[in-house]
């Protein structure tokens, strides 16, 4: 069965539920949640002028195809309150597919590996206390390598 790393984030209305609700969410129409990271709070990247966010990775065992998985996690965000107004703006809940085993997948829809993980503090964190060891399938860097070279100036608190 194959395994898949989804990040969460949110920073509107009540974050640690919205989390909560899309775990279950996800253990529900995705697969079984094996591993979960600890929260951590993050500045805001991309658009700077909002609330700060809660991120979390699930390490997450599913039987959907990865299009199958992107159209389950969109629904999800729709049935939490999400609403894409602005690129990176506030939201009660976002889930990325960072990985889906070795994986590489290049559609209109869907990127897999997620293409910015690597410069994203916020996301390496939080995955690195999952799979430290997980080899990305096109840099070739470990989740540790990537965290370790990693630019990105953000401020991430573990929670």
């Known amino acids: 069965m194959p395994t ?3 990040l969460l984030g949110t920073n509107l209305g009540n974050k640690l539920n919205n989390l909560q609700q899309a775990t279950e969410r996800i253990m529900g129409r995705v697969g079984d949640v094996t591993a979960v990271s600890w929260l951590y709070q993050t500045d805001a990247w991309g658009k700077t002028n909002q609330a700060v966010f809660l991120n979390q990775v699930l390490c997450v065992n599913t039987q959907l195809s990865p299009t199958e998985l992107l159209d389950q996690i969109q629904q999800i965000e729709i049935d939490l309150g999400r609403e ?4 990176w703006g506030a939201r009660t809940i976002d889930i990325d597919i960072l990985f889906y085993d070795q994986q590489t997948v290049i559609t209109q829809r869907l990127l897999i590996p997620h293409p910015y993980l690597h410069t994203r503090r916020f996301t390496l ?3 690195n206390d999952l799979a430290p060891n997980f080899v990305h399938p096109t840099l070739h860097k470990t989740t540790q390598q990537l965290l370790d070279e990693c630019q ?6 573990r929670v």
């Open 4 to 6: 898949t790393y989804l």
């Open 84 to 87: 894409r107004h602005e690129k």
């Open 125 to 127: 964190m939080p995955l």
């Open 152 to 157: 990105d100036p953000l401020n991430v608190t």
